[in-house]
Nanobody, 115 residues
Framework: QVRLVESGGGLVQPGGSLRLSCEAS????????MGWYRQTSGKQRELVTV???????NSADSVKGRFAISRDNAKNTLSLQILSLKPEDSAVYYC?????????WGKGTLVTVSS
């Protein structure tokens, strides 16, 4: 079965750091474009940062310089290193895998940035 499982979310103070992970199974990981999205209650899901299977990256302007995506094809994992967290970064973060018409989502991990 195809499965994406996120982990690493939690409560962090402003200015803190966090590392999110996504473990994939049931897919040929290296053939998929991978990415992170986030969603707050009442708002539509937005792209955070993505990395294609070719290694090309793209990220939202609001996270450039603070969020770094990486992938380990040998371990079938996707990571997101976050620095200098802001309260507006609070959201449920979702892992995404895409290859053509095939799109897979994880269930998300909650990140809360608060004092």
């Amino acid at each position: 079965q195809v499965r994406l499982v996120e982990s690493g979310g939690g409560l962090v103070q402003p200015g803190g750091s966090l590392r999110l992970s996504c473990e994939a199974s049931g897919i040929i990981f290296s053939d998929f474009d991978m990415g992170w999205y986030r969603q707050t209650s009442g708002k539509q899901r937005e792209l955070v940062t993505v990395m294609t299977r070719d290694g090309t990256t793209n990220s939202a302007d609001s996270v450039k310089g603070r969020f770094a995506i990486s992938r380990d094809n040998a371990k079938n994992t996707l990571s997101l290193q976050i620095l200098s967290l802001k309260p507006e970064d609070s959201a449920v973060y979702y892992c995404n895998a895409k290859r053509g018409a095939v799109v897979v989502w994880g269930k998300g991990t909650l990140v809360t940035v608060s004092s």
